[in-house]
């Protein structure tokens, strides 16, 4: 690996073992990189010219590389069976919601440039009607929120003055990554009513502590 990376940078006078290293350790951190993003640009642009070096990196240490041009990202996902993210009962059930949002509106052509645009308030309406459960308090969507946009799921916007408490925010593409289809059905039975009024505290319990 040390070895294809000396051959890139000796073929290369734009970049240095530096900004691969750098470039590398944003997408360990964010997980998925965005053009987009100003934060994100550079390092975008490097991954995305040296795809197979990239791929093989991130492979040698158990993790699958997914490039996706036409939508301007890229990420990585954990292999096999830690692909899915240990989440909490409540952050799975709004992923879940999150994804049917994100599936409606791309059957409404309501997709701009691959992102779902909706805000708190309708999330958090379709949560309570899908699930029959309590919505999450004010601080824990503050949490939830900033752990989905961590993680690339979601970007948040800035909220309207006469509304400071209902904050938009753009469901990204990456939610197709992270939600996969069999994960959904996974989520749709925590949903389904005689399953939900099955679960004890117990259960949720232990949901949470997978977290």
Not at 30 to 53: K, V
Not at 117 to 142: A, D, F, H, Q, V
Not at 168 to 181: A, L
Not at 184 to 210: K, M, N
Request: net charge negative; hydrophobic share 35%; proline share 4%.
């Amino acid at each position: 690996m040390l070895g294809d990376l000396q051959k890139i940078i000796s073929r290369s006078d734009q970049y240095e073992a530096a900004d691969f290293s750098h470039a590398a350790n944003l997408l360990l951190t964010n997980q998925f990189l965005h053009a987009d993003r100003s934060s994100h640009r550079d390092s975008y642009f490097l991954i995305s010219s040296h795809i197979d070096y990239f791929t093989n990196l991130f492979a040698a240490i158990g993790w699958s590389f997914i490039y996706q041009p036409d939508e301007a990202y890229l990420g990585i996902l954990p292999q096999d069976s830690e692909r899915n993210l240990k989440l909490r009962l409540d952050e799975s059930l709004l992923l879940l919601c999150m994804r049917q949002q994100y599936e409606e509106k791309l059957e409404k052509f309501e997709v701009d440039s691959g992102k779902a645009y909706t805000n708190i308030n309708e999330l958090l309406s379709l949560y309570e009607n899908l699930t029959g459960k309590e919505i999450p308090n004010e601080t824990r969507m503050k949490e939830i929120l900033s752990l989905f946009a961590r993680h690339g799921v979601i970007e948040r916007g800035k909220p309207n003055e006469t509304e400071p408490k209902n904050v938009p925010f753009s469901i990204q593409p990456t939610i197709r990554q992270v939600v996969i289809e069999d994960y959904i059905g996974q989520l749709e039975a925590l949903c389904d009513p005689d399953t939900r009024d099955a679960l004890t505290e117990a259960e949720e319990a232990s949901a949470d502590e997978t977290a």
